[in-house]
């Protein structure tokens, strides 16, 4: 797509270890995230997977006691040694396990990133808002009631809108947190089409309990478990009796975990 | 055979006695806190009504406080709390929201909330000679309006900081994560989900606050209270009289006084504190009518 090289490294993650007090949650993880592609990040609890997406957007920042050593450099640049935070959040769409509707009215909701990065142009703001509306398969059921608040919503509904203010700075990176938690399978469903639609413009870190999920969208998928990286490897490989781990295997077949 | 399985064993029929008896026992509690209250309310009532007529509130003093009304000592009491909100509110709410969304955990934070915790417990006469020391005699600002109120907020900055902070806090984390996952800095996040979303709570607290400083006596006796004025107060450098104060003077520094003067002058002061408590509810239940998420 547009002359980039399949392998361009959007995202290079190198012997990064984390710890919130006492407790180690990454420990060493050496890892690359290509440009263009959906990684599939599976494993158990406290395995440290979303500890890795805090790394990305430097939300570490703001978790009392945590401790980062090692880099994670996002098109080469390291992310701690960006001044702005906000720009760099910005560059990066997050969607947390459990929907949070900002207490705004659903259109408010959407245009609160853009807004707050100095948008005032009303129609830009229109556009936006039913772009990423659409784009989260949420447009239909909200568009004649865009004034409602969005806290307001069901679970699955204000999952997608929070899905559709993740993309409203036109994020490269796209970081979802197990986001099909509160959603039903038809509405998982809808977005995950969603998501193979998104990869052609940005890169998309799929953290998901649902070994299925990674297994129908990703294009590579990592094991964690108790905070070290086991395997990466394409999807061919990892959901295959190929793994170069046999915890991989036993993982993905369901045996343990 | 059809209740068999059913049947209450021995063990839980004592454990249902002793589940009356603690129901008991603490109904009773309950029950001493109101009477009290209603002791009080009953006293002021039925001592003070004959004596509460609109020319008692509307009306100075008069031969010797003997006669006449307390009006300087209503409106007294107001500019106080007014020009003591004026103070506290301010300071108080900026401290709690740098405190509570800014300042990180440690030592020098931790020292801070340790000296408001100590301070709220600073008895009020301590407070009074502070406000004497630094602001009549060091600053200079004499006896007068001001030099109470700044006395009063002293007083009333520490509650008002933690109930400023305990209304921020109402608003769940999720939402400032979730902002600031989103590019927003800080202080966007508080201007635009946190303050609209706890500006009530915020405001219902100072209100509580400042209105039961409102009663206080001692803060004020020395600094800016008098005894009996002739005139309203013009400005805040001016003296003023105020109820708790004018009540201490009825009720043990001037002979003659109708018994009902007292008891009327109690009973418009806790008038004034139940308004405010009044309203203060009322806004919290709107809030509450009308919470976002």
């Not at chain 1, 070994?211 to 061919?236: H, M, S, W």
């Amino acid at each position: 797509m547009s002359g980039v090289p399949p392998s361009a490294k959007k995202i290079e993650i190198e012997s990064l270890s984390v710890s919130y007090g006492q407790r180690r949650a990454l420990e060493d993880v050496t890892l690359d995230v290509r440009e263009h592609e959906i990684l599939g990040i599976i494993g158990p609890a406290n395995a440290g997977k979303t500890t890795l997406l805090n790394c990305v957007n430097r939300m570490t920042d703001v978790i009392p006691g945590c401790r980062v050593t090692g880099t994670v450099r996002i098109d080469g640049i390291d992310v701690r040694k960006i001044g702005d935070v906000n720009a760099l959040r910005r560059r990066i769409g997050m969607v947390f396990p459990l929907p949070v509707g900002l207490p705004l009215t659903i259109y408010d909701n959407v245009a609160f990133a853009p807004r707050m990065a100095g948008v005032r142009d009303r129609a830009t703001l229109d556009e936006t808002v039913e772009r990423c509306l659409r784009q989260s398969a949420l447009f239909d059921e909200v568009k004649d009631r865009m004034n409602d608040l969005g806290t307001r919503l069901s679970g699955g509904q204000q999952q997608r809108l929070t899905i559709a203010r993740a993309l409203s700075m036109s994020p490269e990176i796209l970081c979802l947190d197990e986001f099909s938690i509160a959603v039903d399978p038809v509405t998982t469903m809808r977005i995950e089409e969603v998501l193979k639609e998104l990869r052609r413009n940005m890169t998309i870190i799929l953290v998901t309990n649902l070994v299925q999920q990674a297994k129908r969208l990703a294009d590579r998928t990592a094991l964690f478990l108790g905070g070290r990286l086991i395997e990466v490897d394409e999807n061919a490989v990892i959901f295959s009796r190929r793994t170069a781990d046999a915890r991989t295997f036993s993982y993905v077949q369901g045996l343990f975990g | 055979m059809s209740s068999g399985r059913f049947r209450a064993s021995a063990h839980t029929l004592a454990a249902e006695r002793r589940q009356r008896v603690a129901k008991g026992v603490l109904a009773v509690a309950t029950a001493l806190l109101v009477l009290p209250l209603l002791g009080i309310l009953g006293l002021l009532v039925v001592n003070g009504w004959p004596a509460l007529t609109w020319e008692f509130l509307f009306t100075d003093p008069a031969a010797g406080m003997t006669a006449g009304g307390i009006y300087p000592a209503i409106v007294g009491t107001l500019w106080l709390i007014g020009v003591s909100l004026m103070i506290s509110a301010p300071i108080g709410v900026m401290a709690a929201i740098y405190l509570s969304e800014y300042a990180g955990d440690n030592w020098l934070t931790r020292g801070i909330h340790l000296a408001i915790v100590n301070l709220a417990g600073v008895p009020s006469i301590v407070h009074a000679l502070f406000g004497v020391g630094a602001f009549v005699l060091f600053l200079d600002l004499g006896t007068s309006v001001l030099s109470a109120s700044l006395t009063l907020a002293v007083m009333t900055l520490p509650v008002i900081i933690a109930s400023t902070r305990e209304a921020l806090a109402s608003v769940p984390l999720a939402f400032r994560h979730a902002c600031w996952a989103l590019g927003a800095s800080r202080w966007q996040t508080i201007r635009h989900i946190v303050l609209p979303n706890s500006i009530s709570g915020i405001l219902t607290g100072v209100i509580l606050q400042v209105s039961r400083a409102a009663g206080e006596t001692a803060p004020i006796m020395f600094t800016g209270a008098a005894f009996y004025l002739p005139f309203l107060p013009a400005s805040v450098r001016d003296q003023c009289m105020a109820l708790s104060m004018h009540l201490f003077t009825l009720s043990t520094q001037v002979p003659n006084v109708p018994p009902a003067f007292p008891y009327a002058t109690a009973l418009v002061l806790l008038a004034i504190v139940v308004a405010f408590n009044l309203f203060s509810i009322i806004l919290r239940s709107y809030l509450r009518a009308h919470r976002k998420w």
